[in-house]
């Protein structure tokens, strides 16, 4: 079992053994962005979902904290997302952090479940309670970045408004008896700027809190892998 470990701000230690993974998928608050992630991903061959938001269950294991993602072709690219992960019972326990979906596009087009098996959920090493920042939830900032020949470029931009909540999610998991401790959810993502290429060998996401100047990061290359010997 995976065992994920977050430092809090007050420089409290916190691990977790991830026993459920779980991504959210076309989880916009609006329509209208949800309409355009499904579009994005028609262009790329992903048939659309016939119920909105979904869940999709993944392997535990794959919910990493990794300064490299290796991949197999050059058709896998991330999403900028935040993850909810349940550290205990007590509410106090639901940490936010930020995070990155690392997905197989091409195999995307067969199925969205199956390229999310692919590779992993990268979280950063840091996060918050989320109770300290509940009450502003709307203000925090998700910007994602790809690696380009001439240095980072931004992907990604928005802020936490645009998906559904954190606290959307908690009360959803606690429905479906989920919200146990070893619970990561991925949120979902934000739109992509189409002029951008997303096939890139880094990337990195960040979540921001604007009112305290605060912020959680991470970053990882993509590393292609050598072919197959057959």
Known sequence: MTRLTFELPDNEQVAVEVHTLLNAGYAGRSQADVAAHVAELAELGVPAPTRIPCIYPIAPYLAMQV??????????????????????????????????????????????????????????????????????????????????????????????????????????????????????????TIPMRAEVDQFSTGWSVELGDPRTGRSIELSYAVRQTPPPVD
């Open 67 to 188: 300064d490299e993602v290796p991949v197999q072709h050059e058709r896998t690219s991330g999403e900028a997302e935040w993850a909810l992960v349940v550290a205990g019972d007590d509410p106090s326990e639901l940490l936010l952090t930020a995070a990155c979906d690392h997905t197989d596009r091409r195999l995307e087009q067969h199925g969205v479940a199956w390229s999310k098996q692919a590779a992993p959920d990268v979280l950063a090493r840091q996060a918050w309670r989320l109770a300290d920042v509940a009450d502003r939830i709307d203000e925090l900032t998700l910007i994602g970045s790809v690696m380009t020949e001439a240095g980072p470029r931004v992907i990604q931009h928005g802020t936490l408004a645009e998906l559904l909540t954190p606290m959307y999610w908690a009360e959803e998991l606690r429905a479906r008896g989920m919200l146990n401790p070893g619970t990561v959810l991925m949120s979902g």
